[in-house]
């Protein structure tokens, strides 16, 4: 508007940049309220009746016509500016029960479980959202510490229903279930009454005791990575391949479980295939492996936070897929769980 107003009075009245005053009140309905709004365009209606006077235009039409565009503009913006802050309040409405709804599906895990040591990491492929077909859980008992990551077929508000009724069925016979297979089994007989279809569910179950070592049972699901205290990295593989979860009910084997040695100073990480399958510019999946040498920050944290902002730089343009990361580390010193 301050442009304008110095460039008719420089070049006078016969340019015509007078009507140009109107875009003030548009760009503010673009960014402000409705009220700043109003007060933009009182200030330029102001201004084009002053210019209108000093270059004599209320002789004619022009000084009217520029008017009435200003206040048409000025109109048209408050009622954008008001529609606009009633779909940010919804927005905002929308995003609270969002954030509701992740800290019930998703809680946070445990910081530390006797011995253990964990954190995780969650990005969400859906612009803005904060859940997705991800899942993952932590649930502590006096004997043990029960873990499952898993990966739900699709996206969208279908795949984290799905998330729903996997974490629920897990939260449960996780407390009830004597070992792995049978909770393997409690979670495949849950989704067998929800899901329709060939929908299914890849999942990694895992189970940490006062012995050092872990036992998996894997659902058609990436091999953990186990990084020993050494260095060393270790992706260790079922013994036998089996379906997700949701397929396991058309008469095949389940799968079966296997142990690995997890002893203080070891990290056990568990992840999606959204880590794994991430491209760069030249369509290289991400090497998680050569990237182990990033979780050797001792805090959990900063070192999965470091993991993840490594993977955000190999990735070109938006992540394609969720990506969850569960850091699990068995710290040095005696291997109790509380």
């Known amino acids: 508007m301050a442009v304008v107003a110095v460039t008719d009075i420089i070049a006078g009245p016969d340019v015509g940049f007078l009507p140009l005053v109107s875009l003030g009140p548009a760009f503010a309905s673009l960014v402000g309220g409705w009220r700043h709004t109003a007060l933009i365009g009182v200030v330029a209606l102001v201004l084009t009746v002053a210019l209108g006077l000093y270059d004599g235009l209320f002789e004619g039409r022009r000084g009217l016509t520029a008017c009435v565009s200003v206040a048409g503009v000025t109109g048209v913006g408050l009622a954008a500016a008001v529609i606009r802050e009633r779909r940010e309040a919804e927005l905002a409405s929308v995003r609270s029960i969002a954030e509701a709804a992740q800290r019930v599906l998703l809680r946070p895990v445990p910081l530390t479980v006797g011995s253990l040591q964990m954190a995780v990491s969650y990005t969400s492929a859906i612009a803005e959202a904060r859940i997705g077909g991800d899942l993952y859980e932590v649930v502590a008992s ?54 329709e279809g060939e929908k299914f569910v890849t999942a990694v179950l895992a189970e940490i005791g006062t012995e050092e070592e872990v036992s998996f049972l894997n659902f058609g699901h990436p091999e953990p990575m186990v990084v020993r205290a050494d260095g060393t990295v270790d992706f260790p593989e079922p013994p036998s391949y089996a379906l997700p979860l949701g397929l396991g009910m058309h008469g095949t084997d389940g799968p079966r479980p296997y142990r690995v040695g997890f002893v203080p100073g070891d990290q056990l990480l568990l992840y999606t295939d959204g880590v794994t399958e991430a491209r760069d510019a030249n369509d290289a999946f991400y090497p998680l492996a050569d990237r182990a040498c990033l979780l050797n920050d001792p805090d959990a944290h900063h070192a999965l936070e470091a993991l993840r902002e490594d993977l955000s730089e190999h990735a070109v343009g938006p992540p394609h897929d969720d990506a969850a990361m569960l850091l699990v580390r068995r710290r040095r010193g005696r291997p109790t769980v509380s």
């Open 142 to 195: 006096p004997d043990s510490v029960r873990v499952i990551i898993g990966d739900v077929q699709g996206k969208g508000l279908a795949a984290v229903e799905t998330a729903a009724v996997v974490l629920g069925a897990f939260r449960e016979a996780a407390h009830d279930e004597p070992d792995l297979v049978k909770l393997g089994e409690r979670l495949e007989r849950s989704l067998s009454r929800e899901l």
